[in-house]
């Protein structure tokens, strides 16, 4: 009698099956193996693919897609400096030259993040000896309905948020833009700055503090700062201030 064969002998005979019950087993088996792994494989939109290849017609069309994020993130960290386009085209260069990196594992948008996000701290930096002065090169979009002297008004709020956000140090200030005007979570973030949620949590709440204290300082803002902030009940964890 010829002994049974080693990929049969792999599965364990269950009552009466016969040879042909048990390859039909591990057929069903093996399909839903391969359903279970292809539901958790990464999936990577075509767009990127064909950017990974070297494709550059498609790595222009995601630079006119994602454009507008990259450059709002951008212009949210810094304020309306002059050099926000300069710095936007960093971010891209960036991708360009680490887009093979990109495997799926996360959304685009998140790795997109973390690119501008980093591309932006490495220029702030840089100008660490010079301060940023934001008046500078505000300008505000137009806004017909307000009168001359709202508008003006409106303006110094502006100039002088960036100011009290350029003073707080990079750590809080990152962590602030991304959860309150960027509308991200602590977990998100963490895996922006590399650190852990409750890390994130810690900064977001000196961040809500030391803001709070400046901005009832400056004489634009201290009647918006409650309006700005929100009530908050997040409380700080027992590591230290970082």
């Known amino acids: 009698m010829n002994s049974p064969s080693p990929t049969l002998a792999a ?6 099956l016969q040879p042909t019950d048990l390859l039909i087993c591990q057929f069903r088996f093996l399909i839903r193996t391969i359903k279970t ?8 939109d075509p767009l990127i693919s064909r950017c990974q290849l070297g494709d550059k017609t498609a790595f222009r069309e995601l630079f006119h897609r994602h454009r507008g994020d990259v450059g709002r993130i951008v212009q949210r960290m810094l304020g309306p400096v002059p050099e926000v386009e300069d710095i936007i085209q960093d971010v891209f260069i960036q991708v360009y030259r680490t887009l093979q990196d990109f495997q799926g594992n996360s959304k685009f948008s998140t790795w997109l993040y973390r690119v501008a996000v980093n591309t932006v701290l490495m220029h702030r930096r840089a100008q660490q000896s010079r301060p940023v002065l934001v008046a500078e090169s505000t300008r505000p979009v137009p806004n017909d309905r307000l009168e001359p002297d709202e508008e003006a008004a409106r303006r110094e709020r502006i100039r002088a948020f960036y100011a009290v956000l350029d003073r707080l140090p990079e750590k809080k200030r990152t962590v602030f833009i991304l959860h309150e005007i960027e509308g991200m979570n602590p977990k998100e973030i963490a895996s922006l700055v590399h650190a852990p949620a409750l890390t994130v949590r810690t900064r977001l709440f000196y961040a809500r503090r030391d803001i709070l204290r400046m901005m009832q300082q400056e004489p634009a803002l201290a009647s918006l700062a409650s309006e700005l902030l929100g009530s908050d009940d997040d409380q700080p964890s027992s590591e230290e201030e970082s």
């Open 11 to 16: 599965f364990p005979v269950v009552g009466y």
């Open 37 to 44: 792994v292809a539901a958790f494989a990464p999936k990577v």
